[in-house]
Structure formats: structure tokens, C-alpha cells
């Protein structure tokens, strides 16, 4: 089960790293998958299960990135993009292969549910859903990129627009409206 807590209003240190899980409120399965959320567990070098999930649910691996200061061109630049609220008129997935990394999402109330992507966490952010991006402490993460179909990338920083774009519609009236 992916590590997730609801992060506090005063958010501060005990959010970023998760050595005192007694002070965290916890976020269950069910708290993400009402966000329309999937996530899969394929223990890292497992090739064949990998691929079944791959072909089960029609994703394409992309590309393999690595987001760390000394590996990543333009780190600050893109870091603060990740990390910028956002959302993509496709789904997000993402495998994490090496070290770890924070997915925070927006539940119905507004609310910031952070994940810790660890190796071997496939993610499947909803198309609309709110979100950002960090690595940990560590500052090391390795992400298989997938796709599904000839999906185009694009990323919208949150602002009234993407309010009235049709995946943030489409996603509100399935996982927002409907709760
Ligand atoms: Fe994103």
C-alpha cells in the first residue's frame, strides 16, 4: 500500500518525511481511489508483471527520467514546475523505480493528500485531478513515464481557466459532484 496523509494546514516538517506516522492522518486506499486514483504494486525488475499490467490496461512506456540536481538539465526551473499546482487533460503514470518522491493531490475539500511514491508504486493520476510534484530530502528519483495511446503531453498551472477546461469538468462531475 502507497504511503499517503492528509497534510496539515500548518504543514511543516512532520509532512516531509514520514519517521513519526503516528502524527500523520492517514489517507486509506479508499480515500484515494475516491479520487479516481489507481495504484498497482510491481516489485521493481519484475519484467513479466510489469508488462501484463501494461498490456491489461493499455499503457506504453515513454521514457525514464531521473530528477535529481546533478542528473536533471534545468533543475530549479523544472522542480518549480513540478511542484506548481496543476493538472493534465490526460492521465498521469508513473512507476517509480529508484529512490522516492511526493505526489500531492487535491481531494473534494480542498484538501492536499501527499503520497510517497517508493520503488516499485505504479501511479495513475486522473486526467483533471489537481496535483504536484517533489522529490524528498534525498533529492533522487528514478520514474518510468507510461502513456496511453498517442497521448500529447501537456501540463495547465492551476488558475480559472483550467476551471473551464473539459477534463477538469469531466473530472469534477465524476469524482467531485458525485460525492
Ligand atoms: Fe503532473
Known amino acids: 500500500m502507497v504511503k499517503a496523509w492528509f497534510l496539515s494546514k500548518d504543514f511543516g516538517k512532520k509532512d516531509e518525511v514520514n519517521f513519526c506516522e503516528e502524527e500523520l492522518e492517514i489517507a486509506s486506499l479508499d480515500d484515494l481511489t475516491k ?24 499503457y506504453e512506456i515513454r521514457d525514464v527520467v531521473t530528477i ?20 493534465h487533460p490526460n492521465e498521469e503514470i508513473r512507476y517509480i523505480i529508484d ?5 500531492d493531490v487535491r481531494n473534494k ?16 493520476l486522473p486526467a483533471g485531478i489537481y496535483h504536484r510534484f517533489r522529490v524528498t530530502v534525498d533529492d533522487w528519483i528514478q520514474l518510468m513515464r507510461l502513456f496511453r495511446g498517442g497521448t500529447v503531453w501537456s ?7 483550467t476551471e473551464q477546461m473539459e477534463p477538469r469538468r469531466e473530472y469534477v462531475q465524476k469524482y467531485i459532484a458525485a460525492h
Open 109 to 124: 475539500d480542498e484538501r492536499w493528500i501527499r503520497m510517497l511514491g517508493e520503488p516499485g508504486d505504479l501511479l495513475v
Open 68 to 87: 535529481s540536481r546533478d542528473k536533471l538539465p534545468n533543475y530549479d526551473e523544472m522542480t518549480q514546475r513540478y511542484y506548481s499546482e496543476h493538472l
Open 35 to 58: 479520487l479516481g486514483i489507481h495504484y498497482y504494486q510491481v516489485p521493481v525488475g519484475d519484467r513479466k508483471s510489469l508488462q501484463k499490467l501494461l498490456n491489461t490496461n493499455g
Open 99 to 103: 529512490g522516492c518522491g511526493y505526489f
Open 155 to 161: 501540463a495547465h498551472d492551476r488558475n480559472e481557466a
